[in-house]
């Protein structure tokens, strides 16, 4: 297992664009998390996954964006009509159990509306 | 709602020397997780070291220890022997233990830059 995986590694799209992120966690994990940080800033929660049920959405997350998790395994991140401040880092993360188990975060995908 | 606070923006160190990053949290909680994190430029976060609220001894990993001070709700990160490597920016953490209802949230400081001179 390679760890956490994210695709693309970078993405610049025009605005109004839709925009569609991917992650593939640790097989084992069941649980998945997205995590948006933007310059200078540190990670902001946006959603969570325990398996295949989106569990809770941060307020961060419009109504332009969407997240699933078909079948527990992968997750894809959509942005609809993507704008300038959606530009970002977008990390994904996966764990196995709650409690003191630090998440595997994947390398992330940048983000850039023009 | 709980906040994590990192004074530092910005630290060096030269190499072989001994270097403090501070944290200060906010909660009303008595049962919690505290995490240092490590992001190194373009590349993805790597767990460093992480503290158990209940646990009063300070954990330690290698050259990495912890000052936990739960009273004063303080949690700085000492890296002994600076190596180039340790060059990153680090990002304190903190999530709700097991009988919270956001338990699967890290909640991260804005991080302090550590610059490692040779």
Redesign the interface.
Known sequence: DT??SQNPRHKITKRGQNVTFRCDPISEHN?L?W?RQTL??????LT?F?NEAQ??KSRLLSDRFSAERPKGSFSTLEIQRTEQGDSAMY?CAS?AR???G??T????TRLTVV | AQTVTQSQPEMSVQEAETVTLSCTYDTSESDYYLFWYKQPPSRQMILVIRQEAYKQQNATENRFSVNFQKAAKSFSLKISDSQLGDAAMYFCAYKEGNSGGSNYKLTFGKGTLLTVNP
Not at chain 1, 40 to 45: D, L, N, T, V
Not at chain 1, 105 to 108: A, D, K, L, R, T
């Open positions: 760890g956490v649980r998390y995590y200078g800033q540190g990670p902001e929660f969570y325990q569990l809770e990390l764990s709650q409690g003191a630090g998440y975060f994947g390398s992330g």
